[in-house]
C-alpha cells in the first residue's frame, strides 16, 4: 500500500522563494505588487524623533542612547545593542515600546505607540533595519543547521539528550494552571510540559525535574520534539496581542530559531520530519509554513473557515494535515501548499492529528467524541469510533501502531487500529487536555484542567507518578529544605539520645547476661567436676566394701578354723604322748601347729587389711561429702545464676522491642536528614549552577553585541569606503576625460603644424 500511495501522490517541484536581503529588493505585496521598502530615514526615524527624540538625541542621550542617528542608534546605549535586524522581538528597543520591558518607552501608559507605527517598527526591524533606500540588509543565515537527512521513523545513531539546565523556574502560581500542551522525546526518556512563562522538562525514568526553558512570550499551547528527538518545538503566545514558534536544540539547550509574527496566539504548530519546513495556524484561519533555512515565508493556506486548531508533517514530509474549529480537516502537499485532499466527517473542532510511522494513515480526533484513521490514497475513512463521550482532546500514533487518545471525560485510553480498546487508564481530576507516550519507557503522561501532570504505566495501567507543573523557585526550595533540614535535626537528635540510652540500657544487659551465663557454665563444671570426682571415689568406695567384706568373710573363716586346729593340735600332742611319742603324731602335730601359725598370721593380716579398708571406707565416705556438699554448692550458684538469667532475660524482651522500635525510627529519622541534606547541596549546587550559567550567558550577550556593534562600525566604513570609492571612481574617470581631450587638442595642434602622428 505504501508504494501506491506514493505514486498517488504527485511529487512537488520545489517551488521555494528564496527571500534573501539584498539590496534592490523589495516586499510583496499579496496582489504581488512591489511594495516601498521600510527604512530609517523614510518611516522609522520620524516616528522616533515625534515619539522619544525629546530624551534620545545627539545633544541629551538619555541611558546613552541616541535615536536620531542610524549608525548611532545601531551601536546602541548603556544597555548594548538595541536593535537586531531580522528579528523584532528579540530587539530591545521594540521590547520597550510594546511595552514588554521596561522602562516602557516613551514613559507613561497613556503615552504607548499607535499600533500602526508599532506595527511600522516592527516590520523595518524584521525586513533588516535598512537605513535608505540604497542600504542592504545585513540577516545572516540561521548559525544552527536545521535541515536532516535519514528515516525519521529509525533511531538515530546518536540520540540528543538535554545538556544540564537551570532548575530555576521563572514564575510560580498560587496554584497550578492547566498545562495545554504535553510532548515526549521519541528516542529518550524526557518529556516537555507547557507553564506559565516556561516549560519543565522532566525524565520519564526517574520522575525528577531535570531542566527549565523560559518562555517569556506567554503560555506555550503547543509542544512537539522533532521526528529524530533533537529539536523541541514551542509555540504559543498571549491570546490577542501575538504568537510565534520557537524551536531549541535539544543537545545544547538552546534557542536556534524562530518564525512567524501573528496578531494573536498560536494554537497549532509542526515541524517536518527533515526540519526544513515549520507550519503554524491559530485564530487568524490561515496556514502559514515558513522555511528554516532563513525563517522566509513560504506560502499560505486560506481555505479554513475558522481557527486552525491542529496541524501536523507526515513522517515521510511529503504531506500536511490541518484541521480546524469547525471540524474542517484538510492534507496538502508540504512543499507546495497544494490542496492533495478534503476529509469529510468531523461536525466539531478538529483538536489533535497524528500521523502513523509509515505516513500511508492520519488520525483526527474530534470534540465530536470520535476518532477517526483515513488512508491517504482516496482519503478514505479506515475505521472511526466513539473514543470518550462528550469530545476527544487529544491523541498520539505510537511507534508499534496503537493509539492513544484523552478526553473531556477525564479518562486517557490505549487503543487498537480497531478500535478496541485496550486499557482505559485511571481517571484525572478534570478534563483531560493532552496525551503523549514515551516509547523508552511504555509510559502514558496526560495533563487536565487542574495543572496535574500524571504518568501511567502501558502495562497495566498503574499510576506511576505526578509532575509538578509549579514547582518554587530555587531560592524558595533552598529555604524549604534547610527548614525541613533543621526540623528533621531537631527531630532526629532526641530520637537518637534514646535509641543511645535504650542501647546503653541493653548493652549492660546483655552484659549481665553474659556473665550469668558465664557463672552458669562455669558452676555447671565445678559441678560436673565434682560428680565426676564422687563418681570415682563411691566406686572407690564399693570396692572397698566388696574387699572388706571379702576379708571379713576370710576373717570368720580363718577364725572358725583356728580353734578347730587348736584342738586337733592338743589331740595329736596328746595321742603322741598317748603312744609313746609317735613319731608320725608327733609330724602331724607340727603340721598342724605350722598350719595354725599360719591361720594366725592371716587372721591378723587380715584384721590389718579390715583395719585400712575401714579407714579407706571413713576417708572415702567423707571425700564424697565432701563432694557431695561442693556438687550442692555449684549446683545452687548455677541455679542462682540461672534465675538471674532468666530475670535479666524478662528484663531485656521489652528493652529490645523498645530498641528495635527506636532504631525503626532511628534510621526514618536519618533517612528524612540525610534526603534534606542531600536536597540542601542540591539547591545551593543549582542555585551556584544557575548563577554561573547567568553570568556566562551576560558575557555571550554582551560579547554578542560587541559583534553587532563592530557589524554596524564595519557597515558604516563599508559605506564610507563605498563613498570614496565611488569618488575615486569619479575622479579618475574626470582625469581620463581630461586626458582624452588633452589628446584630442594635441593631435588637432599637431594636425595644424602638420606634424605626422
Excluded at 504581488?32 to 534620545?56: A, S
Excluded at 529544605?481 to 532526629?492: D, F, G, M, N, Y
Excluded at 599360719?598 to 571406707?617: F, G, H, M, N
Excluded at 543549582?686 to 554578542?704: G, Q, V
Aim: charged fraction near 20%; include cysteine; aromatic fraction near 6%.
Amino acid at each position: 500500500m505504501f508504494t501506491t500511495i506514493q505514486s498517488k501522490r504527485i511529487q512537488p517541484v520545489l517551488i521555494v522563494c528564496l527571500i534573501t536581503f539584498t539590496g534592490g529588493a523589495s516586499a510583496l505585496s499579496e496582489d504581488g505588487k512591489n511594495e516601498t521598502k521600510i527604512t530609517y530615514d523614510d518611516q522609522v526615524k520620524p516616528i522616533l524623533m515625534q515619539r522619544c527624540g525629546n530624551c534620545h538625541n545627539s545633544d541629551k542621550k538619555s541611558a546613552d542612547l541616541d535615536l536620531s542617528n542610524y549608525t548611532n542608534m545601531m551601536q546602541g546605549g548603556a544597555s548594548g545593542a538595541v536593535i537586531e535586524p531580522g528579528a523584532a522581538s528579540d530587539s530591545y528597543l521594540f521590547q520597550l515600546i510594546t511595552h514588554e520591558e521596561s522602562p516602557i518607552m516613551p514613559p507613561g501608559e497613556g503615552n504607548k505607540l499607535p499600533a500602526e507605527q508599532i506595527s511600522m517598527v516592527a516590520k523595518w526591524i524584521d525586513a533588516g533595519a535598512l537605513e535608505n533606500q540604497g542600504s542592504k540588509a545585513r540577516i545572516s543565515k540561521p548559525k544552527f543547521e536545521m535541515a536532516v537527512s535519514g528515516s525519521a521513523t529509525k533511531r538515530p545513531g546518536t540520540v540528543a539528550t538535554w545538556p544540564r539546565l537551570s532548575l530555576q523556574t521563572q514564575l510560580k502560581t498560587p496554584r497550578p494552571t492547566a498545562s495545554p500542551a504535553v510532548a515526549t522525546s521519541p528516542w529518550s526518556p524526557v518529556t516537555a510540559v507547557a507553564g506559565q512563562k516556561q516549560i519543565l522538562l522532566f525524565n520519564n525514568s526517574t520522575h525528577l525535574f531535570s531542566g527549565v526553558l523560559p518562555f517569556p512570550e506567554g503560555q506555550a499551547t503547543v509542544l512537539k520534539f522533532s521526528r529524530n528527538g533533537s529539536l523541541l518545538l514551542a509555540a504559543g503566545g498571549k491570546h490577542g496581542a501575538g504568537g510565534k514558534v520557537y524551536v531549541w536544540d535539544v543537545a545544547t539547550g538552546q534557542r536556534v530559531m524562530q518564525v512567524g509574527d501573528e496578531i494573536d496566539n498560536v494554537l497549532a504548530a509542526d515541524l517536518s520530519a527533515d526540519h526544513r519546513l515549520i507550519a503554524l495556524g491559530g485564530p487568524q484561519k490561515m496556514v502559514r509554513v515558513y522555511s528554516t533555512e532563513d525563517g522566509a515565508l513560504l506560502y499560505e493556506i486560506k481555505k479554513h473557515t475558522d481557527w486552525i486548531t491542529a496541524i501536523e508533517f507526515s513522517p515521510d514530509n511529503v504531506l500536511l494535515a490541518t484541521g480546524d474549529r469547525n471540524g474542517g480537516l484538510h492534507v496538502w502537499e508540504s512543499e507546495t501548499g497544494n490542496e492533495y485532499l478534503t476529509l469529510k466527517a468531523h461536525n466539531q473542532m478538529v483538536s489533535d492529528l497524528s500521523w502513523r510511522m509509515d505516513a500511508n494513515v492520519l488520525a483526527s480526533a474530534s470534540q465530536d467524541a470520535t476518532i477517526r484513521l483515513w488512508e491517504m490514497e482516496n482519503g478514505g475513512q479506515v475505521k472511526n469510533w466513539g473514543a470518550h463521550g462528550i469530545g476527544v482532546t487529544s491523541l498520539d500514533f505510537l511507534r508499534d501502531g496503537h493509539l492513544v487518545s484523552c478526553g473531556r471525560d477525564k479518562v486517557a485510553k490505549l487503543w487498537q487500529q480497531d478500535g478496541k480498546v485496550i486499557r482505559q487508564f485511571p481517571g484525572m481530576a478534570d478534563e483531560a487536555l493532552a496525551v503523549s507516550f514515551c516509547n523508552e519507557t511504555n509510559q502514558l503522561i496526560c495533563t487536565d484542567w487542574t495543572g496535574i501532570v500524571r504518568v501511567f504505566k502501558r502495562d497495566d495501567g498503574a499510576h506511576l507518578a505526578d509532575y509538578d507543573t509549579n514547582p518554587d523557585n530555587l531560592a524558595d526550595q533552598l529555604t524549604h529544605s534547610e527548614s525541613q533540614l533543621t526540623a528533621a535535626q531537631t527531630k532526629h537528635t532526641p530520637i537518637l539520645s534514646q535509641f543511645n540510652d535504650t542501647a546503653a540500657k541493653v548493652n549492660e544487659l546483655n552484659r549481665q547476661i553474659q556473665s550469668a551465663q558465664q557463672q552458669i557454665a562455669t558452676a555447671e563444671g565445678k559441678r560436673n567436676e565434682f560428680n565426676a570426682q564422687l563418681a570415682v571415689v563411691k566406686q572407690q568406695q564399693e570396692s572397698t566394701i566388696a574387699k572388706q567384706k571379702t576379708d571379713q568373710q576370710q576373717l570368720a573363716s580363718q577364725e572358725q578354723a583356728k580353734p578347730l586346729l587348736q584342738q586337733s593340735l592338743q589331740k595329736a600332742i596328746e595321742a603322741s604322748e598317748a603312744l609313746g611319742n609317735d613319731k608320725e603324731l608327733k609330724t602331724t602335730a607340727v603340721s598342724i601347729g605350722n598350719k595354725l601359725a599360719q591361720v594366725d598370721a592371716k587372721i591378723t593380716a587380715l584384721k590389718q587389711q579390715l583395719l585400712q579398708s575401714e579407714q579407706t571406707r571413713a576417708a572415702n565416705g567423707k571425700k564424697m561429702s565432701e563432694l557431695a556438699n561442693q556438687s550442692q554448692t555449684a549446683q545452687s550458684e548455677m541455679n542462682a545464676a540461672t534465675t538471674q538469667l532468666v530475670t535479666l532475660q524478662k528484663q531485656k524482651t521489652p528493652l529490645d522491642q523498645q530498641l528495635a522500635n527506636q532504631e525503626q525510627q532511628t534510621q526514618s529519622a536519618a533517612q528524612q536528614l540525610a534526603f534534606w541534606q542531600g536536597q540542601t547541596i542540591k539547591w545551593k549546587d543549582e542555585i551556584a549552577f544557575t548563577d554561573a550559567l547567568k553570568k556566562i550567558e551576560a558575557e555571550l550577550t554582551a560579547a554578542n553585541q560587541a559583534i553587532q556593534a563592530q557589524d554596524i562600525v564595519l557597515q558604516t566604513a563599508e559605506k564610507k569606503l563605498a563613498e570614496v570609492q565611488n569618488e575615486v571612481a569619479n575622479k579618475k574617470a574626470n582625469k581620463s576625460a581630461a586626458e582624452q581631450n588633452a589628446m584630442e587638442i594635441r593631435n588637432r595642434m599637431h594636425q595644424l603644424q602638420g606634424i605626422k602622428q
